[in-house]
């Protein structure tokens, strides 16, 4: 099958040796998608277009989340030695195709050919008009010709890419990361601008949110980040978090805490020689992203603060995110607010940010040294897996409690289980019954780790369900305990 790359506005429009350039950055990126993937593919280069070959059908959605590409079609390749034969051929291929529909012709010629577009057009609409209605406006099918030199490619439809720019053509950068909806589609937006990245996640949340968090990034740096390496640093802040307690005013914790978080960004910037540091903060968002904050946020750093997320709304970021396929699984990870002062400034001054900043040792390099660096494209379930906390057996005598929503419960729930919404139990952990074993599940396995781990703190025993609902219907299956028509639940 070959398919047909067309280039995104921001390389098309570049000189010839930056084109050159981006070109050869795209073809590469293309490539590393396919390998990435498991999919044999050729990708050969040219000016105006790009072309791909692979039996694999899965390549065209896949070219599509490379940055740089502007839309793909799976075409059929003809000889446009002459333009008779070519029309012959093509009305061949398109008729049944537009057998008794309305249809139009449009036609592009580049390099050198012998005729024009208009005149492929007059001819193949000819031939076709027999067979269908033509309709110049809004027609059922659209007979897609284009021709570069002595070839013609043939096609209906397109889908459309991502555009932007190939990843690594700007650079690289590191994006400050939580699992939560705005960072994931910040970061987003810089890969799409063609910075390649390094993840830095402030640890505040324990074991939990460290899952939920790596679980996010996989998901980004392999759907969307194919070009570039890219590295995932784990920092543990818990120390920093309660030194800043006890050292620094209330009103100027979290403000405190987020120039600390800038600094190692910073400090791990330099492994990779990373130009800039991204944030998923939006103006107004809350209370430490007021204007006046966010300029006393950006003190005593070397590298620029990049926030692409400054002028969208909470719904524009979440809609973003069901498109990049993150919002499943930012949606199951708690928010963790490490310091929430009861009276947070909102106007503070630089400097007076900056005198709070200097009563916290905050150590970058010790830091760094201790965090957990992984490969971002490579995570799995090994890097997450919260071995004393989650099991693969259900004990005998159990309680089974469902984290879903209703909808998920009725569909299907493992026999004998409980349907328990979330913010109830969290608010009611006292009055669950003690000497009892709880086993949770949910989606992802993220919300129904977080209740597990707070049942525990309130001495209950409890376990999380490894894998989520996939791994409990394989388990269930394994027993004989799931209908046919739910296997499919686990494969999705």
């Given amino acids: 099958m070959h398919y047909l790359v067309r280039l995104s506005p921001d390389i098309t429009t570049k000189a010839d040796r930056t084109r050159r350039r981006f070109m050869r950055m795209l073809v590469d990126n293309l490539r590393d998608a396919a390998q990435s993937e498991g999919m044999r593919a050729r990708v050969d280069p040219g000016w105006a277009r790009l072309h791909i070959e692979s039996d694999d059908a899965r390549i065209e959605e896949v070219a599509c989340r490379v940055f740089g590409v502007h839309s793909v079609s799976r075409v059929e390749v003809r000889d446009a030695a002459s333009l008779q ?126 899952q939920g968090t790596l679980r996010v990034l996989r998901l980004l740096a392999g759907r969307w980040g194919y070009g570039a390496r890219a590295q995932v640093h784990i920092v543990p802040f818990e120390d920093v978090v309660e030194r800043i307690r006890s050292s620094c ?30 944030t998923g903060e939006s103006l107004g968002q809350v209370s430490s992203q007021t204007l006046k904050n966010l300029r006393a946020l950006d003190g005593r750093l ?25 919002y499943a699984l930012s ?28 009563k916290v040792t905050l150590g970058v390099d010790a830091l760094l040294d201790a965090s957990r660096v992984l490969d971002a494209r490579r995570l799995g379930e090994a890097d997450w897996a ?17 984290l879903r929503g209703e909808h998920g419960f009725a569909a299907w729930h493992y026999p004998g289980a409980q349907r328990v919404d979330l913010p109830y139990a969290l608010k009611h952990l006292d009055d669950f ?49 799931v209908p046919l028509e739910i296997l499919d639940l686990a494969s999705s």
């Fill in 85 to 210: 034969a070519l029309a012959g051929d093509a009305a061949t291929w398109f008729r049944p195709l537009m057998q008794g529909k309305t249809f139009a012709v449009r036609a592009r010629t580049g390099g050198t050919p012998c005729f024009r577009g208009r005149e492929v057009e007059t001819e193949l609409g000819a031939l076709l008009a027999p067979h269908g209605k033509v309709q110049l406006v809004d027609p059922e099918v659209t007979c897609h010709v284009e021709v570069r030199d002595a070839t013609a490619y043939l096609f209906t439809d397109s889908m459309p890419g991502w555009r932007g720019l190939p990843i690594a053509s700007q650079g690289r950068a590191v994006a400050l990361v939580s699992g939560g909806f705005d960072s994931a589609v910040a970061a987003w937006m810089m890969l799409r601008r063609g910075v390649a990245l390094d993840y830095v996640f402030c640890r505040l949340g324990g074991a939990v949110h460290t």
């Fill in 249 to 278: 005013r209330p009103s100027m914790w979290q403000l405190v805490l987020k120039r600390a978080m800038y600094r190692v960004a910073q400090g791990a910037a330099r492994f990779n020689r990373g130009q800039g540091i991204i």
């Fill in 302 to 326: 070397r590298l620029p603060l990049l926030r692409p997320l400054l002028g969208l709304d909470k719904e524009e970021i979440i809609e973003r995110t069901r498109v990049i396929g993150t």
């Fill in 331 to 358: 949606a199951t990870v708690q928010e963790y607010c490490a310091i929430v002062p009861t009276k947070p400034a909102v106007a503070a001054k630089p400097e007076e940010v900056a005198g709070e900043e200097v």
């Fill in 386 to 402: 919260i071995d004393d906390l989650e099991i693969e057996e259900i004990p005998d005598g159990a309680s089974v409690l469902d």
């Fill in 433 to 481: 019954e003690s000497g009892r074993t709880y086993v949770l599940y949910c989606e992802f396995g993220l919300k129904s780790a977080f209740l597990a781990e707070q049942l525990r703190a309130a001495g209950h025993t409890a376990f999380n369900f490894r894998n989520g609902l996939r791994g409990l219907i394989e388990y269930a299956a394994a027993r004989n305990l």
